[in-house]
T-cell receptor
Framework: DAGVIQSPRHEVTEMGQEVTLRCKPI?????LFWYRQTMMRGLELLIY????????DSGMPEDRFSAKMPNASFSTLKIQPSEPRDSAVYFC????????????FGEGSRLTVL | KNEVEQSPQNLTAQEGEFITINCSYS?????LHWLQQHPGGGIVSLFM???GKKKHGRLIATINIQEKHSSLHITASHPRDSAVYIC???????????FGTGTRLQVTL
């Protein structure tokens, strides 16, 4: 298995633009997580899905952020409109058993909003 | 005060040294993760434990639930162990992970 695949690896955009980050989890994993990492706040959970259903989105910072999982092999995290404070590395992870089991992380998407 | 505290924040060691990284938390947890983040940014899960001790190669993780404390030990450290080590806890029965701020380890020759 190729592991968790994220794209793009790097994105530079201007304030106000829409940003879409993509994630392909490991096949067979029922849980998918989106995290954000910044120097100031470290790693934070944004949202997670179980069997494609969003379970907890309380970490999503505001309405500009949205996440979908239309099927078991694909998820998106969208920011519209983007702001400079959204600049961070966004990680996707998947697992068989949620946070109670081993987590497999993607390489991350580094977002810079100018 | 953060719910998860790690110490030290930064650690420099010489190759071969025994290393200990500590994680303390202030709330009841159901499990704890140790993660490793390499300089390139990728994150790898090292251990998930809820009691006792786990060992994998030169890495050992222990947890004392009563004392709300976990340690990650690296025996015979090597420059390739240089990374940020992050402790994360599952608080109570919640499904969320709460992360520590990480310990940056540099192992020199």
């Amino acid at each position: 298995d190729a592991g968790v695949i994220q794209s793009p690896r790097h994105e530079v955009t201007e304030m106000g633009q829409e940003v879409t980050l993509r994630c392909k989890p490991i096949s067979g994993h029922d849980y998918l997580f989106w995290y954000r990492q910044t120097m100031m706040r470290g790693l934070e959970l944004l949202i997670y899905f179980n069997n494609n259903v969003p379970i907890d989105d309380s970490g999503m910072p505001e309405d500009r952020f949205s996440a979908k999982m239309p099927n078991a092999s694909f998820s998106t995290l969208k920011i519209q409109p983007s702001e400079p404070r959204d600049s961070a590395v966004y990680f996707c992870a998947s697992s068989f058993t949620g946070h109670g089991g081993e987590l497999f992380f993607g390489e991350g998407s580094r977002l810079t909003v100018l | 005060k953060n719910e998860v505290e790690q110490s030290p924040q930064n650690l420099t060691a010489q190759e071969g040294e025994f290393i200990t990284i500590n994680c303390s938390y202030s709330v009841g947890i159901s499990a704890l993760h140790w993660l490793q983040q390499h300089p390139g940014g990728g994150i790898v899960s090292l251990f998930m434990l809820s009691s006792g001790k786990k060992k994998h190669g030169r890495l050992i993780a222990t947890i004392n639930i009563q004392e709300k404390h976990s340690s990650l030990h690296i025996t015979a450290s090597h420059p390739r162990d240089s990374a940020v080590y992050i402790c994360a806890v599952i608080i109570g029965t919640a499904s969320k992970l709460t992360f520590g701020t990480g310990t940056r380890l540099q192992v020199t020759l």
